[in-house]
């Protein structure tokens, strides 16, 4: 009996296999179609200096909404994107799109813009970023690229090299999902970041669980040392505001401050007219 049960589960989870694999394929095919037909789209969200309360800048994040399927999470297409090579077109046009949207705000604030590994090695990526500055007339400054750990680890030298070029057109480079990729402390060594993101998973009831409380802590020491500003990244609750602000974080952005929206939500602060976001306590998910 225990044994034709393990064949059946056996056969459901070949046949599982089996759905996942179609599945990916045509997703990827879509994946294809979306990038042509305008299904994609950013969405914003607001970073904010935690000294001053004002915002500094905002991340753009990619958005796909499938004519059938409806919202396809970055989680699920940008890994087909990455394997299948689209991210460099996927990234191209996240790359145009977020500058042309921040070359057009009268605030000069900054735009953060993901970039996966595969953008990173690229060998004209650098090119790419030049030329759009220029095309766009983006003050460099205004843009920072957020890579994670393990974007650098695929090829090292070129990944630093790349790094340090776009560096000198004077973009800033964050070093995103901080605590999460491997070896952190020694990629904070080599390569030339301009500020570190910390996990949300960090973050996350760092109010009342100790442990992420001392990680958090000691990443904080660790950027002071350095000399690097630290960004919380996913803060849901007044109560882990509170804990970062007690520690002196320099910035944090999260859904207690706003979801990533729209950009005609954020008109008023990219017009200059508003320097703070309004929290939007209704937002803040129950925890239980
Ligand atoms: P990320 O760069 O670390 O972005 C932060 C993610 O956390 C975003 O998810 C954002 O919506 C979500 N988030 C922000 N605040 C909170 C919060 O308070 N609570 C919770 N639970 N989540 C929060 P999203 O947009 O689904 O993106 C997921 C990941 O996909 C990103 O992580 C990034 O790695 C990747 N991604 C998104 N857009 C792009 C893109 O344009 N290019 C590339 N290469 N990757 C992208
Ligand atoms: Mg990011
Ligand atoms: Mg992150
Ligand atoms: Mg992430």
Same mark, same amino acid.
């Given at each position: @009996? +225990?044994?034709?049960?393990?064949?059946?589960?056996?056969?459901?989870?070949?046949?599982?296999?089996? %759905?996942?694999?179609? #599945?990916?394929?045509?997703?990827?095919?879509?994946?294809?179609?979306?990038?042509?037909?305008?299904?994609?789209?950013? %969405?914003?969200?607001?970073?904010? #200096?935690?000294?001053?309360?004002?915002?500094?800048?905002?991340?753009?994040?990619?958005?796909?909404?499938?004519?059938?399927?409806?919202?396809?999470?970055?989680?699920?297409?940008?890994?087909?994107?990455?394997? =299948?090579?689209?991210? &460099?077109?996927? !990234?191209?046009?996240?790359?145009?799109?977020? @500058?042309?949207?921040?070359?057009?705000? =009268?605030?000069?604030?900054?735009?953060?813009?993901?970039?996966?590994? %595969?953008?990173?090695?690229?060998?004209?990526?650098?090119?790419?970023?030049?030329?759009?500055?220029?095309?766009?007339? &983006?003050?460099?400054?205004?843009?920072?690229?957020? /890579? =994670?750990? =393990?974007?650098?680890?695929?090829?090292?030298?070129?990944?630093?090299?790349?790094?340090?070029?776009?560096?000198?057109?004077?973009?800033?480079?964050?070093?995103?999902?901080?605590?999460?990729?491997?070896?952190?402390?020694?990629? &904070?060594?080599?390569?030339?970041? #301009?500020?570190?993101?910390?996990?949300?998973?960090?973050?996350?009831?760092?109010?009342?669980? #100790?442990?992420?409380? +001392?990680?958090?802590?000691?990443?904080?020491?660790?950027?002071?040392?350095?000399?690097?500003? /630290?960004?919380?990244?996913?803060?849901?609750?007044?109560?882990?505001?509170?804990?970062?602000?007690?520690?002196? @974080?320099?910035? +944090?952005?999260?859904?207690?401050?706003?979801?990533?929206?729209?950009?005609?939500?954020?008109?008023?602060?990219?017009? !200059?007219?508003?320097?703070?976001?309004?929290?939007?306590?209704?937002?803040?998910?129950?925890?239980?």
């Amino acid at each position: @009996c +225990a044994k034709a049960e393990g064949r059946g589960t056996h056969r459901l989870f070949e046949s599982q296999m089996g %759905v996942q694999v179609r #599945d990916r394929r045509l997703l990827e095919h879509d994946l294809r179609g979306a990038l042509v037909s305008q299904q994609l789209s950013l %969405v914003y969200q607001p970073q904010v #200096d935690l000294e001053s309360g004002e915002v500094s800048g905002f991340e753009a994040l990619v958005r796909w909404i499938h004519p059938e399927r409806g919202a396809v999470p970055p989680s699920t297409f940008i890994p087909i994107a990455e394997e =299948t090579g689209l991210i &460099l077109q996927l !990234g191209e046009w996240v790359m145009r799109t977020a @500058c042309i949207q921040a070359a057009s705000w =009268t605030a000069p604030l900054m735009i953060a813009v993901n970039v996966s590994a %595969v953008q990173l090695h690229a060998p004209n990526f650098v090119a790419f970023i030049e030329r759009l500055l220029a095309e766009t007339g &983006l003050a460099p400054e205004r843009l920072e690229i957020e /890579i =994670t750990e =393990t974007a650098m680890i695929r090829n090292m030298n070129r990944a630093l090299a790349n790094l340090r070029q776009i560096k000198a057109l004077g973009v800033k480079v964050a070093m995103d999902d901080f605590g999460t990729g491997y070896s952190s402390l020694s990629n &904070l060594r080599a390569f030339p970041f #301009d500020r570190i993101k910390v996990d949300q998973s960090f973050i996350r009831s760092v109010h009342d669980n #100790d442990q992420s409380a +001392a990680i958090v802590r000691a990443v904080l020491g660790l950027g002071k040392g350095l000399n690097l500003p /630290i960004l919380a990244e996913g803060v849901e609750r007044l109560e882990e505001l509170d804990f970062l602000r007690g520690e002196i @974080c320099d910035a +944090a952005q999260g859904y207690w401050f706003s979801r990533p929206e729209d950009i005609s939500a954020f008109e008023d602060v990219v017009r !200059g007219s508003r320097k703070t976001i309004a929290p939007d306590q209704t937002v803040v998910p129950l925890r239980l």
